[in-house]
């Protein structure tokens, strides 16, 4: 099962991007669907992630500067990220299927967000 994310490229400091994540609809009513992120050198980590009803949970590390949320019709995944900051520059990844307790076993292919002075 193959998700789709879009939307990564260079931000300027305090700028704004918008992600995207596409995923078959067989899994995406299944499960917490999250955004992790990886900085070089730096392990995968959770982002944000949203419940099929909606409930979200942020990083505190975005809170207030990050909103996750989903299209339940189209099967789709937003995570709109605004103020960013240099920190921010890693490889974000949509994950599907998860739970409280674990990550989902389905991953997109990652999309680059560099954020630059």
């Known amino acids: 099962v193959q998700l789709q994310a879009s939307g990564g490229g260079l931000a300027q400091l305090g700028g704004s991007l918008r992600l995207s994540c596409a995923a078959p609809g067989s899994i995406f009513s299944i499960g917490i669907m999250a955004w992790y992120r990886q900085a070089p050198g730096k392990q995968r980590e959770l982002v944000a992630r949203?419940?099929?009803?909606?409930?979200?949970e942020y990083a505190d590390s975005v809170k207030g500067r990050f909103t996750i949320s989903r299209d339940n019709a189209k099967n789709m995944m937003f995570l709109q990220m605004n103020s960013l900051k240099s920190e921010d520059t890693a490889v974000y990844y949509c994950?599907?299927?998860?739970?409280?307790?674990?990550?989902?076993?389905?991953w997109g292919q990652g999309t680059l967000v560099t954020v630059s002075s």
């Open positions: 994950n599907a299927g998860g739970t409280l307790s674990k990550r989902g076993d389905y």
């Open positions: 949203i419940g099929s009803g909606g409930i979200t």
